[in-house]
C-alpha cells in the first residue's frame, strides 16, 4: 500500500471512530467531564475477547474503548487535565486514543477582552487560567461546545467539533450531529496525546 493510500486509510478509519464516540457521548446529553478512550484494533480485540464479536463492529478499524472516568479535579481545559495526559500512557497494544472534553469557544472578537485580562498575570500561570475562564464564561458571544481530539501512533490525528444546541433550538433527536473542524483546531491537545502514545 503505498504511502498517500495508508494515509488516506488511517485518515478514515480514525474519523469513523470520532464519529462512533461523538454519537455515544452525544446520547449521554452535555455537562460532562472529559472522557478518554483507547483505539484498540478490531481484530485483536476479537482474538482477545472472542465472546464480545457480536457486540463489535466488525467493519471498523478500530475499537473505541472508553477508559475509567477522570479524578473529580480534572476538568476541560485545566492544568490539571494537561498534568493527567503527560503522565499517561498506553501499552502497544493500544494504537490510538480520543479524547472528549466540553469547551467554551469564542467569537474572534473576544481576544481583545481575553488579552485585557490575561495580560497582568502573565507571570502567575494559575492566575492567567482562572482570568480567561472567567472572561471566558462571562462574555456575552460564548458558546459551549465538545472537542473531540484523536490520535494513532503512526501521526494521524483528527479533531472535530460539536457546537452546542441553543435551548430554544427545535430539537431533532434523529438528525444528524454537526461536527465540524477548522485548520490549527487544538494543536496542544492533539500533542499531549501524541506524548500519551510514545
Known amino acids: 500500500m503505498c504511502d498517500v493510500t495508508a494515509d488516506l486509510h488511517a485518515e478514515l478509519a480514525l474519523a469513523r471512530s470520532v464519529r462512533e464516540v461523538a454519537e455515544f457521548v452525544d446520547a449521554e446529553g452535555w455537562d460532562r467531564p472529559p472522557q478518554i478512550f483507547a483505539l484498540v484494533p478490531t481484530g485483536d480485540l476479537v482474538a482477545a ?65 481575553l488579552d485585557e485580562a490575561l495580560a497582568p498575570l502573565l507571570a502567575d500561570p494559575d492566575a492567567a487560567d482562572e482570568a480567561a475562564r472567567t472572561a471566558a464564561a462571562e462574555h456575552p458571544g460564548r458558546r459551549e461546545a465538545r472537542l473531540f481530539a484523536a490520535v494513532l501512533r503512526g501521526g494521524t490525528s483528527l479533531c472535530l467539533l460539536q457546537v452546542r444546541p441553543d435551548e430554544d433550538a427545535e430539537s431533532d433527536d434523529f438528525g444528524d450531529l454537526d461536527l465540524r473542524t477548522y485548520p490549527g483546531l487544538a494543536p496542544n491537545v492533539v500533542e499531549a496525546l501524541r506524548h500519551t502514545l510514545d
Open 49 to 113: 475477547e472472542p465472546g464480545l464479536v457480536d457486540q463489535l463492529d466488525q467493519g471498523a478499524e478500530y475499537t473505541p474503548v472508553a477508559q475509567e472516568p477522570f479524578p473529580e479535579d480534572i476538568t476541560g481545559g485545566s492544568w490539571a487535565l494537561d498534568e493527567f495526559l503527560a503522565t499517561t500512557t498506553w501499552p502497544p497494544s493500544v494504537s490510538g486514543c480520543l479524547l472528549v472534553q466540553e469547551i467554551v469557544i469564542l467569537p474572534p472578537d473576544a481576544e481583545t477582552a
